[in-house]
């Protein structure tokens, strides 16, 4: 009995705390306050099928972009090849579709494999130009320290260059500590243990992004048919022009 009043309480606050405004709230901007709409950002964990995918999400990314991404101007070579190293066994791949199934954003939670840092990450994240503004980067690093507690992880690090203010601004605002030397900065964030709370958010935000894929594969396919529908009968049409003339 008070395992199931303990699942269905984890429950309701993991939905509660899912249903937050991508950007802003009422408590940065009152005047808003009554215009916010509580909004789901479907993140969902990317496996190694994913792989190709992600690689063209980076590629994708523009020259100041992957500078600002890997701390050095990344050629499409180095990219593959930083893809190809992924760890998916040992890290953590979220992605953010778009209704196209276009991955927009993509983070990398990479665990430590040293002995001595064995309960430390380091977080990464890209977010396509056309994406921005959003608060999809935030977001990732909110599904990313999630799922860092309820893998035994104490403190995470993003390490960037110190003109990359947008990651040190998520850095911050998450109430990381952030530590600059000369071109690069490192952010640090304590984490609290995981808990029931956090591990039901954690099975409810991913049941929720497989749910949201499942919709737009879906809908994707049928605006495919009805495109190939639509090429043939254009085909159709002109060539009876053809053979009326």
Not at 24 to 30: E, H, R, S
Not at 52 to 61: N, P, S, T
Not at 149 to 175: D, K, P, Q, Y
Request: net charge positive; aromatic share 10%; with cysteine.
């Amino acid at each position: 009995m008070y395992a199931t009043k303990d699942w269905l309480k984890a429950s309701w606050h993991a939905g509660r705390d899912m249903l937050r405004p991508v950007a802003g709230g009422p408590a940065a901007n009152p005047i808003r306050a009554k215009q916010e709409v509580p909004v789901m950002v479907p993140i969902r964990a990317l496996g190694p099928s994913y792989r190709e995918r992600i690689a063209q999400h980076l590629l994708q990314l523009e020259p100041a972009d992957r500078y600002l991404r890997f701390g050095y101007a990344a050629n499409d070579e180095q990219i593959r090849r930083y893809v190809e190293q992924l760890d998916f066994d040992r890290d953590e791949i979220f992605g953010i579709y778009n209704r196209r199934l276009e991955l927009i954003a993509v983070a990398h939670l990479a665990f430590s494999q040293h002995p001595e840092y064995q309960h430390c990450a380091e977080f990464g994240v890209s977010v396509l130009k056309k994406a921005r503004g959003r608060g999809f980067g935030a977001r990732l690093f909110e599904r990313a320290v999630m799922h860092a507690r309820n893998e035994g992880v104490n403190m995470v690090f993003i390490h960037a260059l110190s003109e990359n203010t947008a990651m040190l601004r998520i850095a911050r605002n998450a109430g990381a500590t952030v530590r600059r030397d000369g071109s690069e900065s490192e952010a640090y964030l304590q984490i609290v243990p995981g808990s029931l709370d956090s591990r039901m958010a954690e099975i409810v935000e991913q049941q929720f992004a497989e749910v949201d894929y499942q919709i737009k594969k879906q809908a994707k396919q049928f605006w495919d048919f009805l495109a190939s529908v639509q090429e043939v009968r254009s085909g159709v049409r002109d060539a009876r022009h053809q053979s009326a003339e």
